[in-house]
Each structure stands twice: as structure tokens, then as C-alpha cells.
Nanobody, 115 residues
Framework: QVQLVESGGGLVQAGGSLRLSCAVS????????MGWFRQAPGKEREWLAL???????AVADSVKDRFIISRDNRKITVYLQMNNVKPDDTAVYSC?????????WGQGTQVTVSS
């Protein structure tokens, strides 16, 4: 059974940095990509970044000058480096893994940015 577990969230001051991790347990087959979304209270879920199986990365225009997605060489942990965070970055951050048939999601980790 595949599980995704996010970690690294918490309270951070504006201008600071945070690195979120998404650890995968179980085995994924024919992974298309893995990535991150976030959802702030009262707002729609927002796609942030993805990294494809060939290591091609894409980041949303709204955060591309501050957020970086990466993963370890064994491809079982995906990271989201968040730099120069802003109060508007406050949200629950969730990772996903997409196979050709299945899609898996983590429970999410709260990030709160204080001004």
C-alpha cells in the first residue's frame, strides 16, 4: 500500500525559509510525476510544483522565484524548498504522486507565516 507523508511544516516568520518533505512508503509503478499543492482557508486548491519521472521540474509562476522542487536520488522523497516566505503562503501543503492509473495524496502539513 502506498502512503505519502508530509513533514517540515510549521510556523515561520515572513522572509524566512522552510523545506517540506514528502516521503513515500510502498512501491509506485509507472510514476508520471509527483508534486505539491496548497490550500488556504477559503481559497481553492492551488498547484505549486511538480517533478516528472525524467526529473523535469515545473513550478507555478506565482511562486517560481521563491519555491524549488527536488527529490532524492532514490526518488522516494520529494522536497519543496520555500524561500522568502510571505503571509500569503499560509496554507495546508499537500503532496501527491501520480501513476498511470492511480493517484495518491498525503494528509498535508500546515505552514503558517507570521508577518
Amino acid at each position: 500500500q502506498v502512503q505519502l507523508v508530509e513533514s517540515g511544516g510549521g510556523l515561520v516568520q515572513a522572509g524566512g525559509s522552510l523545506r517540506l518533505s514528502c516521503a513515500v512508503s510502498g512501491r509506485l509503478f509507472n510514476v508520471i510525476d509527483m508534486g505539491w499543492f496548497r490550500q488556504a482557508p477559503g481559497k481553492e486548491r492551488e498547484w505549486l510544483a511538480l517533478i516528472a519521472r525524467d526529473d523535469t521540474a515545473a513550478v507555478a509562476d506565482s511562486v517560481k522565484d521563491r519555491f524549488i522542487i527536488s527529490r532524492d536520488n532514490r526518488k522516494i522523497t520529494v522536497y519543496l524548498q520555500m524561500n522568502n516566505v510571505k503571509p500569503d503562503d499560509t496554507a495546508v501543503y499537500s503532496c501527491y504522486a501520480r501513476e498511470s492509473i492511480n493517484e495518491y495524496w498525503g494528509q498535508g502539513t500546515q505552514v503558517t507565516v507570521s508577518s
